[in-house]
């Protein structure tokens, strides 16, 4: 009998630790001298164990995704914990040879990103 009292309790504690789930922002930001860019990037760890995170990457419909910033050591994200990380400027995009410009108005519903990546 006291283990049907205490099952409901130990899956939801066991739910909390099993897997990676990570709610995500992002700021555009563009001046004079950078082109437009993803200048913060809001990470919020919700899950009750610690992540490792190594790098960030964008990605725009199906097909194009490029390297916003990356991380050597690791940022580890402690559990239920957010963290504000700003990126390194740049002054223009290229896909293959041509010069990239994305569109991050268009895409501005993907502004708060929610990732279960399990």
Request: net charge negative; glycine share 2%; proline share 7%.
């Amino acid at each position: 009998m006291p283990g049907i009292v205490i099952f409901p309790f130990s899956f939801y504690l066991a739910w909390k630790k099993i897997g990676i789930d990570v709610a995500a922002s992002f700021t555009v930001c563009s001046d004079r001298i950078t082109a437009e860019r993803i200048s913060e990037v809001v990470l919020v760890n919700l899950k009750d164990k610690p992540i490792a995170v190594f790098a960030i990457y964008a990605v725009i419909g199906d097909d194009i995704s490029w390297e916003v910033d990356k991380f050597d050591p690791p940022i580890i994200l402690k559990p239920l914990e957010s963290s504000l990380i700003e990126t390194k400027p740049y002054s223009e995009l290229y896909l293959d040879a041509e010069k990239y410009e994305p569109d991050f108005i268009l895409n501005a519903k993907n502004r708060y990103l929610y990732r279960n990546i399990s």
